[in-house]
């Protein structure tokens, strides 16, 4: 039976296991889940900080301080200072250059409407910025903008310096960036087209190739093929669908690039700096940044959460972090989609065996462990660069433990219910609710338990019974029966059988008492008061019938017993048998051999203490070989 209920069990587990199991990886399909887990990226961005110090990336920046050094000079008429910044950033060995500035308007297409002759200096303004333009070792930004009829075009830097870039389109680099639905910028795109089909690659994409010396024509074509570039619709931005696309390996928060001030390079001597000089061979972004600017987004360092205070990125920055990945190839990666999956499969399944097995109360803390410990590993994880979902298995883990909550309210419940049915006619509700309290139900097939057995009978039964009318005789037995169990019940007994006159109490079993021997002494006293109650019923409901006085014999045995599910499967009785009760019931036999209205033995006394006894004797009982120690207990010491 044991074995079946488990099978049964364990079948239906494993169904509301597999369910689990199934709505978790559809509800994460769905995307219904981005949200929470962009969130734990995020709070592990800020937990992590500093993941390493960059190494192939600095900013110039131009900055108030630049700006407050040269306050009375527009930056349309600065053309020479970019110029001259260039030069020195060529003199030191500088990879390759980066201008992250939109130029829409020169100072020398303006000059021009003057009428100048055509030899005058200011016709040749920009000049020194052209040449350096002209080297091939400097890369402009464009934009990818909607033009009057709401189409997508690409504003590529104004003619007069377009025309001086040797690669032309290949010297440009967009400086778009695309954020996910939260507003945070997570992910790069490497190559964009507009609606007209002009393609061109993103600002740090291009950095990147032409610092590994790379063919950025080449890369463009290649990535003009990719299907996620291509699902790119030329109508509708929001299309796009950005987890298609690399994540950015940021390298920490806001301000871990190192920065140096624009003006500090114009300074006379600057490419003999020392720390100007550190730039040789690296990719060098030259920024517009001053404190009023608003090219700042959101990235996973934007977060907000408890202690931390998150804080905004500046799109340099941005390009500066996705340079660094690509240099590196430290890309945070996901996990392999069926690793993923076991570990969910495995996570589900060993955390609903768990609640399983424990109780409701004990099962909601370890839920929230385990949440625990798997954001612990998630976290771990992403500081090796491996991407693994977490608010995927969490729900998976609460769903498990609703899913069996559920599991145990049915069938369990429904298992609780029989015993209930079964119990509830041999022992008292509390010791019923007291075993199903326990969280572990009793092993129907068997069990070996420390119990004390209680035998008692009615003292000449067969005189009362020949005198008394047969209706006569059961209305005795069920009135005096049902005043019997009251004190067996009180102290936790279970009414094993009624055999005739005869009543048969374990105590210790189902529910286990360490007291047992003692609960049976008291229950045994409590009886032998009832019964000198009952001799009152007796006189006034049976007079003149020339009776017997009403009186009982008790024998009590304390030891090992069997108590289980007896008897063939079309006829089951829950009983205790042994020893021990063979004993017992011999020992209720010597009350009337020796005129003792309670017999107990040895085992039975000393397990109990405390016990005041009167006479004693060793005496041989039918079925064992050795004789046995008997007391007259007369009370029980407080």
Sequence with gaps: MKSSLRKSSARRLAIVLAVVVAATLGISRAGWLERPENIYGDLWHQLAGLRYQPRHVVIVSLDDRTLEEHADEPLVVWTPHFARVIEVLQRVGARVIGLDYLYYVSIESWLRKLNLPPAHPSLDYDGAFKRQLASGKVVMAANLGYDDRQQRRITLPIPNYF???PHRIYDVGLVNFFTEADGVIRHYVPALADAQGQAALTFAQLLALRATGRAPAAALRRLEQDPALQDWSAEDAETVNLSAFPVIGFVGPPDTFPRLSFGRL??????????????????????????????IHATPYSLSLWKWQGADMSGPEIHANIVETLLTGIFPRPVPTYLSRLYLVVVLVAAGILFYRLSTWRGLPLAAVICLGCALISYLLFRRY??????????????SYVGVLGLKLTGEERERARIRKIFGRYVADEVVEKLLAKGSLPDLGGDSCQVTVLFSDIRNFTTISERLAPRQVVEMLNTY????????????GTIDKFIGDAVMAVFGSPAPYPDHARRALRAALGLADKAREFRAWM??????????????????????????????????????????VNTASRLEGLTKELGWTIVASRSTIDAAGGVRTGRQETRAVKGRQERIEVFEVLGLEE
């Design 539 to 580: 006189q006034q409901r049976f007079p003149g019938q020339d009776l017997p006085e009403f009186a009982i014999g008790i024998g009590l045995h304390s030891g090992e017993a069997i108590v289980g599910n007896i008897g063939s499967p079309k006829r089951l009785e829950f009983t205790s048998i042994g020893d021990t």
């Design 266 to 295: 114009l300074r006379p001597g600057a490419d003999a700096d020392p720390e100007i000089r550190q730039l040789k061979d690296k990719v060098v972004i030259i920024a517009y940044e001053p404190a009023a600017l608003q090219d």
């Design 386 to 399: 491996w991407l693994l979902p977490t608010a995927s298995v969490q729900l998976g883990i609460l769903l």
């Design 481 to 492: 029966l049902s005043q019997a169990c009251e004190p067996i019940f009180e102290q936790g």
């Design 163 to 165: 025309a001086f870039l």
